[in-house]
Structure formats: C-alpha cells, structure tokens
C-alpha cells in the first residue's frame, strides 16, 4: 500500500473500532475505498443507507463510518488482482500474521469479511490475534463481477447490520 493510500485511509481510523470489515487487498490504480470509488464502497455505503436512511454524500457516510466506529483493513497489505492465483493465494497466506497482529491492536467487537473465500484465512487470523473482544463474525459475497455479487453483497450486509443494531453492538 502507498504511503498516500496508508495517510488516507489513517484519517478515517475510528479512535475505538467497533466493527472491521476485511477485504482482500488493495485494487490496482486509484481505486480504494477511502477514495469512494470502489465497488466495496459502492456496496457498504448502500447497506448503510439502507438500513440508517440515505447519506446526503459520501462524505457524509464515511463521518457515520467513522463515528459508529467502522473501519476497513486489507489481508493482503499489496495489490494482488490480476495475479495467478497460486501467488495470490501465497500473499493471502502471508497476509494472516500481520492481519492478526492489526487485529490485536484494534479489538474489534464484529469481523465482516468482504469475500466468502477469504473467511479461512480470516479467520485464522482473528485466532492468532488471540484476541477476546469479537463478538460476532460473519462473510459476505464479494461486489464485484456481476449485479448480482453486488445485490447479494448488500442484502448480506443489510441482514448483518440490522442484527448488529437489534443487538445493541452497532447504534442506529
């Protein structure tokens, strides 16, 4: 990750978080959430919506973010899309130790993973954290390559936040 992606992405660290939602990587060029411009921006910032009604901008939505204490974290720490999969899944190997030592900074109550096929590793990862504090633990489909990745992505974590909300871990 870019020095100026890492500075981004530090001003939008909630003091305390709540609730970590984990990715795969950074996407290649501009693309980044912190940017609002990525499809896993696209898909939080509608689930967000709506549950807690719609966000006069997207600056708007990242300031709730952040106070709710929501913040986004990557497995891999680099651009990984486009590789053969035998190395992507090698950077996603060696993404769990420095994963879960961010982790034990952070204390999450509540781990979302943004693409089903990285719950392994996530997982792994909050366990090596050794961490106490999550509560909850769920993945979501990735938002990406179809309309209906997307829709799954968002209905996935509109159930997610509504139960979150039900029980007191998230305000609305």
């Not at 984990?22 to 499809?39: C, D, H, L, M, W």
């Not at 689930?47 to 709710?68: I, P, R, W």
């Not at 992505?153 to 159930?159: F, H, T």
Request: with cysteine; net charge neutral.
């Amino acid at each position: 990750m870019t020095a100026e992606l890492a500075q981004t992405r530090q001003q939008y660290q909630p003091r305390t978080t709540q609730i970590i939602f984990i990715t795969e990587a950074v996407q290649p060029g501009k693309v980044f959430f912190y940017r609002k411009n990525s499809n896993v921006f696209r898909a939080i910032k509608e689930a967000f919506n709506q549950v807690f009604g719609e966000f006069k901008s997207d600056d708007e939505f990242l300031a709730f973010f952040k106070e709710n204490g929501c913040y986004v974290d990557y497995l891999c720490s680099e651009m990984i899309n486009g590789l053969p999969l035998e190395v992507r899944q090698k950077a996603r190997t060696a993404g769990i130790k420095p994963l879960s030592e961010r982790l034990a900074l952070l204390q999450p109550k509540v781990v979302i993973t943004v693409m089903k096929i990285l719950e392994k590793q996530v997982d792994e990862a909050v366990s090596l954290s050794k961490i106490t504090s999550v509560q909850y633990r769920k993945a979501v489909a990735f938002p990406a390559h179809s309309k209906t990745n997307a829709d799954k992505c968002i209905q996935e974590l509109v159930e997610i936040l509504e139960e979150l909300v039900e029980r007191q871990i998230l305000i609305d």
